[in-house]
Each structure stands twice: as structure tokens, then as C-alpha cells.
């Protein structure tokens, strides 16, 4: 099992940063991609940014060059950095990892939400 926690997000001004982190925990060495998605209320979750075990990283287009993603694979961390908000990046941000696929599909795990706001 993994656990993920995330810290960070809250309110900013739209051109201001956030930056956001998620810790995770238990058995971390079998983690393959890490990556961060979003949601905004009556949408589907999307993906916002992810970074392989290897360090490949994709961005969704919409925060191309905004958005930093990072993380630690010998202490199980993940951040994104995020830079030039606009209000439509408010969303709820999740925290996401996977190991790979078993007989029922996807082993993925979910952090509980993080909301980040981007208004004047």
C-alpha cells in the first residue's frame, strides 16, 4: 500500500505562485509515476502534470511553462511548482501514484485534495 499526504495550495492573486508537495509513504520503492491532477466541480479530473520513476516528465498544455514538476524518488516526494497563475488554474489539486498495472488494472493511489484558489 501507499499513502499519499499533500501540503501547500491555498490563495493567490492571479500572476502570483504556489507551490504544492505530497509526501508519500509505505512502500514507496514500487512506485512508478507520480503526477498531479486537478478538478474543478461538474469536470472530470485531469491531469496537470506526471514524472516517471525515470524523471520523463508531460505537462498538460494549459500549464506548459508555468508549472514545475519535481520530485524525490529515495524519499517518496513530489512537487509542483506553479508560477504565473491565472484564475483558471483554481482547482482542487490531487496528488497521484501508480505501480503499474495487476489483474485488475491500474494500481493507483490518491492523496486527499488540496484546493488552490486564483482570484483578485
Known amino acids: 500500500q501507499v499513502q499519499l499526504v499533500e501540503s501547500g495550495g491555498g490563495s493567490v492573486q492571479p500572476g502570483g505562485s504556489l507551490s504544492l508537495a505530497c509526501a508519500a509513504s509505505g512502500w514507496i520503492q514500487a512506485i512508478n509515476t507520480m503526477g498531479w491532477y486537478r478538478q474543478v466541480p461538474g469536470k472530470q479530473r485531469e491531469l496537470v502534470a506526471e514524472?516517471?520513476?525515470?524523471?520523463?516528465?508531460q505537462y498538460a498544455d494549459a500549464v506548459k511553462g508555468r508549472f514545475t514538476i519535481t520530485r524525490d524518488n529515495e524519499k517518496g516526494t513530489l512537487f509542483l511548482q506553479m508560477d504565473s497563475l491565472k484564475p483558471e488554474d483554481t482547482a482542487v489539486y490531487y496528488c497521484n501514484a501508480d505501480r503499474g498495472y495487476g489483474p485488475s488494472g491500474k494500481i493507483e493511489y490518491w492523496g486527499q485534495g488540496t484546493q488552490v484558489t486564483v482570484s483578485s
Open positions: 514524472i516517471t520513476r525515470g524523471g520523463s516528465i
